[in-house]
């Protein structure tokens, strides 16, 4: 398959150092390439070819070893031109179906499953993020009295999902008065998407009949509205696996690899922004220095959007740029269908 770039020859010299180094975490040799891999040519010709692909920037040369180890552009061309998907394997299929139970209808749980299950299988570490929110129904609202001078706000919506907002009031409140309320609220809201109900919401409670109790209560409602139902998705709303199976990898055999990998564990705002990017792009691999915050220059993303009606989000796996990309682009891609199929 000669392209632009490359010959046939290094094309084949660069799969197989790239399969070595995938398998064995290795930089690969000429000699373990001639014994593993029937190009019918000599050490020294693979030697000669390496070396090429090192001068044009798809390999490089630990000092350390006499082997050589691909880069980030190594690693796109491969995916961009020798990548064959492959589906997951019976049992991988039968693993993530028996995991993503349709009983379990709450998006947040499907989604943490998910990654759990494409963590295990991958031994990457799984990552979601939930739909945006502004085009979810909502079923029901519940108010609670939390103290003299705060209310919390359950948001029940159609997803499955719940949330909580504590909205400030300036005293105490009878619970009857906010029981009426939440009846009000509930009888012109429910039914709506959030993003609706942020756009109408003076209108639809302007007519409101009540006690004064009740009209002060709504004006809340009315001038907070944009706040209250704005319902961001923040960083709570990313999933992630366990990080374990990544960390057992020899890329993190360093305590300073591990801090990085704890950092972006903790970091979900930056996970957050990088996975809510991709939500109407379908399936997306960015390899090392692709990724645009350089805090994730040393990984690749590997993740597939899933939508439902109004409602899109992202599933897939983060790890080393040193993946099994094949097996790994499969299993993003097919269990992405399967919380597709769960959400309808």
């Known amino acids: 398959m000669p392209t632009e770039d490359l010959s046939e020859r290094e094309v084949r010299v660069l799969e197989a150092v790239i399969q070595v180094y995938i398998e064995t975490a290795e930089p690969a040799g000429s000699q373990t390439i001639v014994q593993r891999f029937p190009l ?34 190594a690693y796109r061309w491969y995916v961009d031109n020798l990548v064959r998907r492959l589906p997951p394997s019976p049992a991988d299929q039968q693993m993530l179906e028996a995991e ?7 998006i947040e749980e499907v989604l943490r499953r998910a990654a759990q299950v494409l963590g ?4 990457e570490l799984g990552v979601a993020v939930a739909p945006a929110l502004d085009r979810v129904v909502l079923e029901r609202l519940d108010l609670v009295s939390v103290s003299s001078e705060r209310l919390l706000l359950v948001f029940h919506l159609r997803s499955g999902a719940v949330r909580t907002i504590f909205v400030e009031v300036p005293g105490r409140m009878a619970a009857e008065l906010i029981q009426r309320v939440a009846q009000t609220l509930n009888e012109r809201l429910a039914g709506l998407t959030l993003l609706a109900i942020r756009t109408s919401l003076a209108e639809r409670l302007r007519d409101v009949e ?50 990085d990998l704890l950092d972006l564990t903790e970091r979900r705002d930056l996970l957050q922004q990088a996975l809510t990017a991709r ?5 997306t691999i960015t390899i090392g220095g692709e990724n645009s915050d350089s805090r994730l220059a040393g990984f ?16 897939g796996v983060l790890g080393p740029t040193r993946m099994p990309y094949d097996k790994i682009i499969g299993l993003v891609d097919h269990t992405s269908r399967l919380v597709e199929g769960l959400m309808e």
Request: no cysteine; hydrophobic share 35%; proline share 5%.
């Open 300 to 315: 690749t993303l590997v993740t597939s959007s899933y939508r439902s009606g109004e409602l899109a989000g992202v599933i």
């Open 210 to 259: 009540g006690s004064e109790g009740e009209r002060e209560l709504l004006n809340i409602f009315i001038e907070e509205g944009e706040e209250i139902f704005g319902l961001p998705n923040g960083p709570e709303t990313v999933v992630l696996g366990s990080a374990q199976m990544l960390a057992v990898q020899p890329e993190f055999s360093t305590s300073g690899r591990i801090r």
């Open 40 to 73: 019918g040519v000599s050490s020294a010709t693979i030697r000669s070819a390496m070396s090429e692909l090192e001068e044009k920037g798809f390999l490089y040369h630990p000092h350390t070893s006499a082997g050589r180890i691909p880069t980030d552009r």
């Open 120 to 123: 295990v299988l991958t031994q």
């Open 100 to 106: 993503l139970n349709p009983s379990r209808s709450a």
């Open 279 to 283: 939500r109407a792009r379908g399936l």
